[in-house]
Nanobody, 123 residues
Framework: VQLVESGGGLVQSGGSVRLSCVAS????????MTWARQAPGKPLEWLST???????LSANTMEGRSRISRDNAKNTVYLEVNFLDDEDTAVYYC??????????????????WGQGTQVTVSS
């Protein structure tokens, strides 16, 4: 299993970012895919999960200002986050549970993780 995130960088406060995660090595179209993040000195935070049927769940911090989507033809999952502020500065990861392809939210539940992409919000 390989997950490769991209799209991070330095973003101005109030701006937006669109992150991508390209997956390989498992049946991507059958898998629930998750985005999570970790800010310096803070625990891992689950952000959003998209299921194989395209439905999704999002954390309260993401409600109304984010969109998770997937393109099964490209084996890619996306996360767009708008209205960024300092609290959004973190390393953003995509993850999946390659064992059962079901929803996962924590490091224990998700068996496979990407290397992460850094998002830094400047005020």
């Amino acid at each position: 299993v390989q997950l490769v995130e991209s799209g991070g960088g330095l973003v101005q406060s109030g701006g937006s970012v669109r992150l991508s995660c390209v997956a390989s090595g498992f049946f991507f179209s059958e898998a629930a895919m998750t985005w999570a993040r970790q800010a310096p000195g803070k625990p891992l935070e689950w952000l959003s999960t998209i299921f194989r049927d395209g439905t999704s769940l999002s954390a309260n911090t993401m409600e109304g200002r984010s969109r998770i989507s997937r393109d099964n033809a490209k084996n890619t999952v996306y996360l767009e986050v708008n209205f960024l502020d300092d609290e959004d500065t973190a390393v953003y990861y995509c993850a999946t549970n390659k064992v059962n392809l079901k929803q996962c939210r924590t490091r224990a539940d998700c068996s496979s993780w990407g290397q992460g992409t850094q998002v830094t919000v400047s005020s």
